[in-house]
C-alpha cells in the first residue's frame, strides 16, 4: 500500500504502513496456525453441539456406610465441576440425579477419556513416611534388596524413633546399610531389626522370620501383604492398600519414576499430610534440571506445620526412612528423600507430561472427592439446543449485521469501508483465536457467548464511532483532513482506553472471582475488548492516516463521509451553496 | 441519513441542543416510575427460575421416533415449564424440565409416553440437582461486588467520585429494569440470562465512561469563566456526544434486535428470545442511561459543591445584567429535540444560516471559552 510519502503532520505514528503490515503478518499468521492445527472452527459448547454424557454412580467408602447424602452428593458436584472446567472456559455440565447418581455432560471435541478419568478419579492425596521399600515383582532380581519389614516402624507411625529397620534401595551400598544398623541399634529398636536388614537376595521371603518377634496382628497382616504384593500386576496395584484409613499404616505401589521404570512396593507409616493441607497446586515446567513437567504444591498454614514437622523427622532417619512417600489414590506417585525441615510447599516431579502434570494439579486444588464413584453409563447426547434454534440464531444474527453494514454505508458513505474492514479484521481475529483456544485452553463457544460476541459488535464499532465523530468534529472546525485526523486521534484514543479499561477490569475481575459459565463470559468479554482495543491501534487509525491522504477523502468527496459541506462546517472559504439553501424552518 | 450528520453538525456548534439537564426531573421521574414497576414485578411475581438454577425433573426415555424440537414441544405443553431436550446415543431422549415435584412428574409421565410413542414404563423418571450450582451463584455475586467496588474506585480515580456514583446508580438502574421486565415477561432464567446481564453491566459502565469522557473534557476550567454553569456544560458535553451515542446504540441494538425479533419472534426460537430479550432491554437501558440519567445526576452533585454554586451564582449575575442590557445570552435553544429535526431534513442544507451571531453559535461548542 502506500508507502509513507512525507508524513508532515503524522507525529504519533510516522509510518502507519508498518503497523498494518504488522496486524496483517499477524493475522496471516493466526490464521495459517489455525489452519495448520486443523482446527478450523471454534470448538462448540453442549448446548450448540451436543457430546458425551457420563452417569456416575456414588458407592459409599469401606467403613463409611451413610457417605452418600446430599451434601456430600453436592460437594462432589463442586469438586468435579471445577475438575472438568479448571479454566471455565469448556461449557461442561455437572449435576446430581436421584440421591446418588452424578451426570456430568462434556461437549463433543473435548477429550471424553481425560475428562472421564478427571471426574472418576477420587485423588486423595497423602503424604506419608515411608517406612520400607522394595522392588516388586522381579521375582529373580538381582540386586540385593533387603526387606524392610520391621516390627516396630509399622506401630502407629511414631517416626521419632528411627528404629525401623532400614531398607536399602537396590543400589544401597554396603556402608550406608552398615551404618543404618548401627544407628538402629543405638535407637534400640527391636533385634529384629537388624537382622532383617541383613541384605538377602529372597526379598520377599526375608520378612517373615525376623518380624516375627514383637508384632501385634495387624503388623504381621501388614508384613504379610507386603511380602506378598506383586506390583506389576495391575490388579494387584489396583487393590493395594484398599480399604485401609489414612491413620493407619499400609502397603502401597509405586513406579519408580527415574530410571527403569520399575514397581517398587512401600511400607508407609499413617498419612501426615493430606490433600486436603494443600492450598493450591500448579504444573510447572522445570526448567532447571531439564526434569520436565512437575506440580508444585503450597500448603495452608496447618499443612505447612504439619509437613515441617514430618520433614524435620525424616530428615534424621536414614534411607529410606528419610523418605516420604506422595500417595494419590493409594499409589505411590513420588516418594523424594528429604535432607532438611521443609515447609510451605512442596513439589512432586516425575515423567510427568504436560497433561498429566496439569490434570494432577487440578485434581490436587479442587481437592479430594467425599465419595467414590463408578460409571453407570456413558452415552451422547445431542445439542440441547435444536439445530433450528442454532440456523435461527445464525440468520437472525446475519440479518442484524448486514442492517450494521447498511446503517454504516448509509451514514459513513466512504468512511464505512474503514468501519467495516476494521470490523472484519476484529472478527476474523476473534473467530481465529477462538478456534486456536479451543484446543489449546478447552474453550468452547455457547450460545451466551456468541451472544455477547454479537455486542461486541458494538463496542468495537463504537471505538470507530467515536474516532470518526471526532474527526468531523474538527472538519467542522474547518480543518482539512489529514490534521484533522492527526488531531482527532488523541482524543479518541483517550476515551476508546478509558472505556475499555472498564470493560476489561469487568472481564478480569469476572474471570478471576467466579467459577463456571461466569468465567466462560468473562473470558470472551476480556478477548474481545482486547482484541477491540488491538484492531483500533494497530488498524483502523493507520488505514485511517493512509486514507486521509487519498484525494478521494481528502477533498472531502460527497461519497467520503467527510464533506466538509455536508458535515456542515465552518469553512475557511465562503460557501457558494448556501444561497440555494431554502431557509424556511425556524425554530427556537 | 446525512440528517445526523447534519444533527451533528448543528449540535457541534451548539445551534440546537436537548436541555438534557434542565429536564431531568423528567427522566428521573420516568426512570423511578420504571424502576417501581420492575422492582414490584419483582416482588409479586418473582422471578423464574431455570431447571440450570433449581433443578427439575429428568425424564429419561426408551427409543422414540420423535424428533428434539418435537419432543420439546410436548414437554412444555405437558408440563408448562421450558424443557431442555436432548436426544441420547441409543436413539432415546433425555428431558428436563424445571419446577416439577413428584406427583406431578407422573402425570407428566402419562402425558410424555402418549406424545412420544413411547411405553411409559420405558420412562424413567428422576430428580436432578441444579448444574448451576449455588456454588457458581455465590462466586458471581462476589465478583459482581469486587467488580463494583473496584469500578467505584478507578473512576473515582480516572474522573471524581461523584461520576463514579452516578455511574453506579445508573448501572443498578438498568440491571434493576432488565430484571423486571424478565419477571413481568415471566421468561425463564437460564444461564444465558444471568450472562446477558453481565454483558449489559459491562456494556452500560462503557456508554456511561465514554459521555464522562467527554464531560470531564469539557468541564477543564470551568471556574475561571463565567458564562456557564456546570449543568450547561455538562448539557453540552452530552449533545457533544449524542451523534456518537444514537449512532453506537443503533449498531449494538440492530444485530441484537435480529435476534430478538426475527430469531425470536418468527423464527420461533426459545433460549435465543431470553438473551436477545435481556440484551435489547438492557442496551437500551444502557444508552438512556448514561444520557438521561448519569450526567444529569453528576451535574446535580457537582452543583452542590461551594465552587460550583459560587459559578452558578456569578453566571446568573452576568446573565441578569447582560438581560438588561437587552442582550440575551440564555443558553439553550431548549425547544428543538430530535424530533424537530426530521421535519428540516426535508431540506438537508438548511444547516448555516439561521443563525447570524455564529461566533456565539460556536462559541457553545467550547466550554473554557478559548478560541483559536
Given at each position: 500500500m502506500a508507502a509513507p510519502k512525507k508524513g508532515r503532520n503524522a507525529s504519533a505514528q510516522s509510518r502507519p504502513g508498518r503497523s498494518l503490515a504488522l496486524i496483517l503478518i499477524a493475522i496471516a499468521a493466526l490464521t495459517g496456525g489455525m489452519f495448520a492445527s486443523g482446527q478450523t472452527t471454534p470448538r462448540l459448547g453442549i448446548d450448540l453441539a451436543g457430546g458425551t454424557s457420563i452417569t456416575l454412580t456414588a458407592q459409599n467408602e469401606?467403613?463409611?456406610?451413610?457417605?452418600?447424602?446430599k451434601t456430600n452428593m453436592d460437594t462432589a458436584v463442586d469438586i468435579m465441576n471445577r475438575r472438568v472446567n479448571g479454566l471455565g472456559v469448556s461449557e461442561a455440565e455437572v449435576q446430581t440425579q436421584g440421591a446418588d447418581n452424578i451426570i456430568v455432560n462434556i461437549p463433543r471435541g473435548t477429550n471424553s477419556k481425560q475428562a472421564r478419568e478427571q471426574v472418576g478419579t477420587?485423588?486423595?492425596?497423602y503424604f506419608r513416611p515411608v517406612l520400607a521399600t522394595d522392588v516388586s515383582?522381579?521375582?529373580?532380581?538381582?540386586?540385593p534388596s533387603p526387606s524392610a519389614?520391621?516390627?516396630?516402624?509399622?506401630?502407629?507411625?511414631?517416626?521419632?524413633?528411627?528404629?525401623?529397620?532400614?531398607?536399602?534401595?537396590?543400589?544401597?551400598s554396603a556402608t550406608t546399610q552398615g551404618r543404618a544398623v548401627t544407628d538402629a541399634l543405638k535407637a534400640g529398636s527391636s533385634p529384629s531389626a537388624s537382622a532383617s536388614s541383613?541384605?538377602?537376595?529372597s526379598a520377599s521371603s526375608s520378612a517373615s522370620p525376623s518380624a516375627?518377634?514383637?508384632?501385634d496382628p495387624a503388623t504381621a497382616k501388614l508384613q504379610a501383604e507386603y511380602a506378598a504384593i506383586?506390583?506389576?500386576d495391575k490388579a494387584v496395584r489396583a487393590k493395594?492398600?484398599?480399604?485401609?484409613?489414612?491413620t493407619e499404616p499400609t502397603v502401597a505401589c509405586g513406579q519408580?519414576?527415574?530410571?527403569?521404570g520399575q514397581w517398587q512396593k512401600y511400607i508407609l507409616g499413617p498419612?501426615?499430610?493430606?490433600?486436603?493441607?494443600?492450598k493450591k497446586a500448579g504444573a510447572v515446567f522445570d526448567?532447571?534440571?531439564?526434569?520436565g513437567w512437575k506440580v508444585t504444591m503450597d500448603f495452608t498454614s496447618g499443612g505447612s506445620k504439619k509437613f515441617a514437622a514430618i520433614t524435620g523427622k525424616l530428615a534424621q532417619n536414614q534411607p529410606p526412612q528419610n523418605q516420604f512417600a506422595i500417595v494419590l489414590d493409594g499409589q505411590v506417585v513420588s516418594d523424594p528423600s528429604v535432607a532438611q525441615s521443609l515447609s510451605g510447599s512442596a513439589e512432586i516431579s516425575g515423567s510427568f507430561t504436560q497433561t498429566e502434570a496439569q490434570d494432577l494439579a487440578n485434581m490436587l486444588k479442587y481437592g479430594a472427592l467425599p465419595l467414590t464413584f463408578h460409571e453407570s453409563s456413558v452415552t451422547t447426547v445431542t445439542a440441547a439446543l435444536g439445530g433450528e434454534q442454532l440456523h435461527a440464531g445464525l440468520i437472525a444474527g446475519a440479518i442484524g449485521l448486514a442492517l450494521v453494514v447498511l446503517y454504516l454505508v448509509i451514514y459513513y458513505r466512504g468512511l464505512s469501508v474503514i468501519a467495516i474492514a476494521s470490523l472484519g479484521v476484529s472478527a476474523i481475529l476473534t473467530y481465529v483465536l477462538m478456534s486456536l483456544l479451543g484446543p489449546a485452553i478447552g474453550f468452547a463457544l455457547n450460545l451466551p457467548a456468541v451472544c455477547g460476541a454479537i455486542v461486541a459488535i458494538g463496542i468495537t464499532a463504537d471505538s470507530f464511532i467515536v474516532f470518526f465523530e471526532r474527526i468531523r468534529d474538527e472538519i467542522r472546525e474547518g480543518r482539512s483532513l489529514r490534521p484533522a485526523v492527526e488531531r482527532a486521534w488523541p482524543r479518541a484514543r483517550r476515551t476508546i482506553l478509558v472505556s475499555d479499561f472498564v470493560s476489561f477490569l469487568a472481564a478480569a475481575v469476572l474471570f478471576i472471582v467466579t467459577v463456571g459459565k461466569v468465567q466462560g463470559f468473562a473470558f470472551t468479554l476480556g478477548l474481545t475488548t482486547v482484541l477491540d482495543v488491538v484492531v483500533v491501534f494497530f488498524f483502523t487509525k493507520p488505514l485511517m492516516t493512509i486514507m486521509a491522504r487519498r484525494k478521494f477523502f481528502a477533498e472531502g468527496h460527497?461519497?467520503?463521509?467527510?464533506?466538509p459541506k455536508r458535515l456542515g462546517a465552518k469553512p475557511p472559504l465562503r460557501r457558494?451553496?448556501?444561497?440555494?439553501?431554502?431557509?424556511d424552518t425556524k425554530e427556537a | 441519513m446525512s440528517k445526523l450528520g447534519t444533527l451533528g453538525a448543528r449540535l457541534h456548534r451548539g445551534e440546537i441542543g436537548y436541555d438534557f439537564v434542565g429536564k431531568r426531573k423528567i427522566w428521573y421521574g420516568i426512570s423511578i416510575l420504571i424502576t417501581i414497576t420492575a422492582i414490584l414485578g419483582l416482588t409479586v411475581r418473582g422471578l423464574n427460575m431455570g431447571i440450570e438454577f433449581q433443578g427439575g425433573a429428568v425424564f429419561t426415555t426408551g427409543?422414540?421416533?420423535?424428533?428434539v424440537s418435537q419432543a420439546e414441544t410436548y414437554a412444555e405443553e405437558a408440563s408448562g415449564h421450558d424443557a431442555v431436550v436432548q436426544k441420547l446415543g441409543n436413539g432415546g431422549l433425555r428431558i428436563q424440565i424445571a419446577g416439577i415435584d413428584t406427583d406431578k412428574s407422573d402425570t407428566i409421565k402419562e402425558k410424555l409416553a402418549t406424545d412420544l410413542k413411547?411405553?411409559?414404563?420405558?420412562i424413567n423418571a428422576d430428580l436432578v440437582g441444579p448444574s448451576w450450582g449455588d456454588q457458581i451463584a455465590n462466586k458471581a455475586w462476589e465478583g459482581l461486588a469486587i467488580f463494583m467496588v473496584l469500578v467505584v474506585i478507578y473512576l473515582a480515580i480516572a474522573f471524581e467520585w461523584r461520576m463514579a456514583i452516578a455511574a453506579l446508580v445508573a448501572l443498578i438502574h438498568d440491571i434493576t429494569i432488565t430484571v423486571g421486565i424478565y419477571a413481568l415477561v415471566g421468561f425463564e432464567v437460564t444461564p444465558g440470562t444471568v450472562i446477558g446481564l453481565l454483558t449489559i453491566l459491562g456494556y452500560s459502565l462503557y456508554d456511561t465512561v465514554v459521555v464522562f469522557d467527554s464531560l470531564k473534557e469539557q468541564t477543564?476550567?470551568?471556574?475561571?469563566?463565567?458564562?456557564?454553569?456546570y449543568s450547561d456544560v455538562a448539557d453540552r458535553s452530552i449533545n457533544s456526544t449524542l451523534v456518537r451515542s444514537i449512532n453506537t446504540t443503533v449498531v449494538a441494538l440492530l444485530p441484537v434486535a435480529g435476534l430478538l425479533?426475527?430469531?425470536?419472534?418468527?423464527?420461533?426460537a426459545g433460549m435465543l428470545n431470553d438473551i436477545s430479550l435481556s440484551l435489547f432491554v438492557g442496551l437500551a437501558a444502557g444508552a438512556y442511561s448514561s444520557i438521561f440519567i448519569a450526567t444529569p445526576l453528576v451535574a446535580d452533585l457537582k452543583e452542590r459543591e461551594p465552587e460550583m454554586k459560587a459559578l452558578r451564582k456569578r453566571v446568573l449575575a452576568k446573565r441578569a445584567q447582560a438581560a438588561a442590557t437587552g442582550?440575551?445570552?440564555?443558553?439553550?435553544?431548549?425547544?428543538?429535540s430530535y424530533e424537530d429535526d426530521d421535519l428540516e431534513?426535508?431540506?438537508?442544507?438548511?444547516?448555516?444560516?439561521?443563525?447570524?451571531p455564529a461566533s456565539r453559535a460556536r462559541g457553545r461548542g467550547r466550554p473554557s471559552g478559548k478560541r483559536r
Open positions: 469401606p467403613g463409611q456406610p451413610n457417605a452418600i447424602n477420587t485423588a486423595k492425596l515383582g522381579g521375582k529373580a532380581s538381582a540386586t519389614s520391621s516390627s516396630s516402624s509399622a506401630k502407629a507411625g511414631d517416626k521419632a524413633s528411627p528404629s525401623s529397620s532400614p531398607s536399602a534401595k537396590p543400589s544401597a541383613t541384605p538377602s537376595a516375627s518377634a514383637s508384632v506383586d506390583c506389576t493395594a492398600g484398599t480399604g485401609t484409613k489414612p519408580d519414576k527415574n530410571s527403569s498419612a501426615e499430610v493430606a490433600g486436603t493441607d494443600i526448567t532447571q534440571s531439564a526434569a460527497r461519497w467520503s463521509g467527510l464533506d457558494t451553496r448556501r444561497a440555494s439553501a431554502p431557509v | 427409543k422414540s421416533p420423535v424428533s413411547v411405553d411409559s414404563e420405558k477543564k476550567g470551568i471556574t475561571k469563566q463565567t458564562r456557564w454553569t425479533f426475527i430469531g425470536g419472534g418468527v423464527l420461533g442582550e440575551s445570552l440564555e443558553p439553550g435553544a431548549t425547544g428543538s431534513d426535508a431540506a438537508p442544507a438548511v444547516v448555516g444560516p439561521r443563525h447570524q
